[in-house]
């Protein structure tokens, strides 16, 4: 996109430059992003960038085994207690990698964190010059939402924003059939 029509303020001056944001993208849960978010993000760190995970869902599978060896952030406190699937955004921002890792895009965070959803979360981490590795399901992009609601029968509450996943400086299509799937 422009840089004179992208939907986001570039970096503040004396904030360098801002990061870039790869997502990981594919058409139903299961798919595979994480596992493949987690592959790349492993040859960034082995090519001397410092990656860490911010917040990465494994699901209970393979993928935790390709978790191991990150760096991880804890997760927030919240009343005195951990948060656990949640960002600690002032953490992450402290801590300043080069690379984080934040899971789920289009997360509704949990009521009184700073920003009600994960990618305005995202956004900051991009304004302050962090790379942000995400996943994202089809059915979470908003002009999508619909679509593929009517396909479903389910309509998802959580969505990104078409302006924000436009700004995008590279897309991964992560895709497996419905038979690999079942």
């Not at 790869?22 to 790349?40: E, I, Q, S």
């Not at 209970?60 to 990150?70: H, K, N, Y």
């Not at 690379?99 to 981490?125: F, M, S, T, Y």
Request: charged share 25%.
């Amino acid at each position: 996109m422009d840089a004179a029509r992208s939907p986001l303020p570039a970096a503040a001056p004396g904030e360098g430059k801002r990061g870039k944001l790869k997502v990981f993208f594919g058409a139903f849960p299961g798919a595979g992003k994480t596992n493949a978010m987690l592959t790349a993000a492993q040859r960034m760190r082995d090519a001397g960038r410092d990656v860490v995970a911010g917040v990465v869902d494994t699901h209970e599978s393979v993928d935790r085994i390709l978790l191991e060896g990150f760096e991880s952030l804890p997760a927030p406190l919240v009343n005195g207690s951990a948060a656990p699937g949640e960002l600690d955004l002032d953490g992450a921002l402290k801590r300043h990698p080069d690379v984080i890792l934040v899971d789920d895009l289009a997360h509704a965070n949990r009521e009184g964190a700073r920003h009600p959803k994960r990618w305005k979360d995202a956004d900051e981490l991009l304004a302050a010059g962090i790379d942000v590795f995400t996943t994202l399901s089809v059915q979470h992009l908003e002009s999508l939402n619909d679509v593929v609601g009517e396909i479903t029968g389910i309509r998802e509450p959580e969505t990104v924003p078409d302006t924000f996943f436009d700004t995008a400086d590279e897309t991964i299509m992560v895709d497996m059939s419905a038979d690999e799937l079942l």
